[in-house]
């Protein structure tokens, strides 16, 4: 009996056999896939929305303008959640039956904060994009230097080279 030890080559490997001698014989790639998909049995969208507090059912600690100043609002819940804490350390003590709403309220305060962070997720990543941008192009820019400076060099060395030889 024999075994391969590769499974064969999928059928559509046919459609790439003109290849080598016509590249644009190849099929064009599939569109990328707008909406809804289902990925190893869970259901995804293209869309990226951070879903509200509110459709969380968490209730929202902060301003709902469009305004809300991310720095003064994650100190504010931060505050409240050190204070949250330290109640809780005393409710432990004092009175323990009434830890599960101290948990709750702090949960909540710990969502909120998550869910503030997350909104400042898509501004991190366009400066994270512009700054490895910028350190490409310093990059580039440093090589075509450092490429022009070895022009220079080699340049010198020819002439000397040329000038060496006619003075023999």
Same mark, same amino acid.
């Given at each position: 009996?024999?075994?391969?030890?590769?499974?064969?080559?999928?059928?559509?490997?046919?459609?790439?056999? =003109?290849?080598?001698?016509?590249?644009? %014989?190849?099929?064009? $790639?599939?569109?990328?896939?707008?909406?809804?998909?289902?990925?190893?049995?869970?259901?995804?969208?293209?869309?990226?929305?951070?879903?509200?507090?509110?459709?969380?059912?968490?209730?929202? @600690?902060?301003?709902? =303008?469009?305004?809300? =100043?991310?720095?003064?609002? !994650?100190? /504010? @819940?931060?505050?409240? @959640?050190?204070?949250?804490?330290?109640?809780?350390?005393?409710? @432990?003590? =004092?009175?323990? %039956?009434?830890?599960?709403?101290?948990?709750?309220?702090? /949960? /909540?305060?710990?969502?909120?904060?998550?869910?503030? !962070?997350?909104?400042?997720? $898509?501004?991190?990543?366009?400066?994270?994009?512009?700054?490895i941008m910028e350190l490409q192009i310093q990059q580039r820019k440093q090589a075509v230097?450092?490429?022009?400076?070895?022009?220079?060099?080699?340049?010198?060395?020819?002439?000397?080279?040329?000038?060496?030889?006619?003075?023999?």
């Amino acid at each position: 009996m024999a075994t391969a030890t590769y499974p064969p080559p999928p059928p559509y490997h046919r459609l790439y056999k =003109d290849y080598s001698e016509n590249p644009n %014989s190849a099929p064009e $790639p599939p569109p990328p896939i707008e909406g809804t998909y289902v990925c190893f049995g869970g259901n995804y969208t293209t869309e990226d929305v951070l879903p509200s507090l509110e459709e969380q059912g968490v209730p929202q @600690l902060y301003p709902k =303008d469009s305004n809300v =100043d991310y720095k003064k609002e !994650l100190r /504010s @819940l931060n505050r409240e @959640l050190q204070l949250h804490i330290l109640e809780l350390a005393d409710v @432990l003590v =004092d009175r323990p %039956s009434q830890y599960a709403k101290r948990i709750g309220e702090i /949960s /909540s305060i710990f969502k909120n904060l998550h869910h503030l !962070l997350n909104s400042l997720r $898509p501004h991190q990543a366009r400066a994270t994009l512009i700054h490895i941008m910028e350190l490409q192009i310093q990059q580039r820019k440093q090589a075509v230097e450092d490429i022009k400076r070895r022009r220079e060099e080699a340049q010198r060395l020819l002439k000397d080279a040329y000038v060496t030889l006619d003075g023999q």
